[in-house]
């Protein structure tokens, strides 16, 4: 999916939709390079439950983003990585969650809400 560039600053109060529930309120702002959108979000649930739904959407953990994406590592270390496969033999396009553990809770993955950042239109590793 291509997403114009915005140009004008957030965008917020927008749903989910499709395989995503309304539960996920985003926040757009001006993507960045290599990027066709950019967002923060707060789902009205645990992180199990945004979890579930990221599966039900396309999205998988992401164990090649969680060890070697050093900038969100320094920059979101309390996240986990969730990205779509992209185009077929290079990922280009893929889609891309980070989801935070809240980490003032003794049981982070029952904390509500959860929050984190989504962009598409990248190619895994040309971060």
Known sequence: MKVPAFGFGRVSGVSGG???SSKFDFTFSDHGNGQSLNATFTYAGKFSEAQSELYKAGYSFSALDQMFNVREMFANP???????????????NSGYFLVN???????????????GSVHTGETPGAL
């Open 78 to 92: 309390n996240a986990e990585n969730y990205r779509t496969p992209g185009d077929p033999g290079t990922g280009a």
């Open 101 to 115: 553990h809240s980490i003032v809770s003794l049981l982070p993955q029952y904390s509500v809400p959860t929050t």
């Open 18 to 20: 499709g395989n995503l």
